[in-house]
């Protein structure tokens, strides 16, 4: 089974419309993250979650929020959602590494294909 | 503030020609670096990474790249590629104590035979 899931896997929906993106992971990891993949642009973060009472805008924050359910879970919403937000979204978990690594590896889930019509 | 330039979009090599992925840094603390891959259809896939110690660094898949302080670059190199190669390819660095990983744009691999 997977690590990291994602559902649903691809998603179509129309302006304005609200929707929830979400993210389950088993590694156990407390350091949760949501990207969007756009072609020519790479990944760019949207929010990230150090543990469940720490919730921080990453870059392009604009138009979404989250939330972090559990450990385990991490749910990112397009509250009304736009064409321009029509993108790959990337959920990842990471640890805080060992021997003085801060930042050890991210692991990402299968993406979210979403399209706002 | 860190930043990642991945220079060329596309690269296009012959099976069994040498893989070269050129990525330069900017990070105001010591990085550690990181090179991803991307499959058709398929999430990020860690190829490999650099923290501390050895500054020339293997992955899987017979990837290697090699840190460089003074050039403050990461390319990533293999020496023969192979079909399955071709892929989209990323690298990243972490930024400042509390953030996540910043990428870069993205290097397309086309291998042809």
């Known amino acids: 089974d997977a690590d990291v899931t994602q559902t649903p896997r691809n998603r179509i929906t129309k302006t304005g419309k609200r929707i929830m993106l979400e993210c389950s992971q088993t590694?156990?990891?407390?350091?949760m993250y949501w990207y969007r993949q756009d072609p020519g642009l790479g990944l760019r973060l949207i929010y990230y979650?150090?543990?469940?009472?720490?919730?921080n805008k990453g870059e392009i924050s604009d138009g979404y929020s989250v939330s972090r359910q559990a450990q385990a879970k991490f749910s990112l919403s397009l509250e009304s959602a736009i064409p321009n937000q029509t993108a790959l979204y990337f959920c990842?978990?990471?640890?805080?590494?060992?021997?003085?690594?801060?930042?050890?590896?991210?692991?990402f889930g299968p993406g979210t294909r979403l399209t706002v019509l | 503030a860190q930043s990642v330039t991945q220079l060329g979009s596309h690269v296009s090599v012959s099976e069994g020609a040498l893989v070269l992925l050129r990525c330069n840094y900017s990070s105001s603390v010591p990085p550690y670096l990181f090179w991803y891959v991307q499959y058709p259809n398929q999430g990020l896939q860690l190829l490999l990474k650099y923290t501390t110690g050895a500054t020339l660094v293997k992955g899987i898949n017979g990837f290697e790249a090699e840190f460089k302080k003074s050039e403050t670059s990461f390319h990533l190199t293999k020496p023969s590629a192979h079909m399955s190669d071709a892929a989209e390819y990323f690298c990243a660095v972490s930024g400042k104590a509390g953030t996540a990983l910043i990428f870069g744009k993205g290097t397309t691999l086309s291998v042809s035979s």
């Open positions: 979650s150090f543990d469940v009472k720490d919730i």
């Open positions: 590694k156990g990891h407390d350091r």
């Open positions: 990842a978990t990471s640890d805080p590494g060992t021997s003085g690594v801060i930042f050890g590896e991210q692991f």
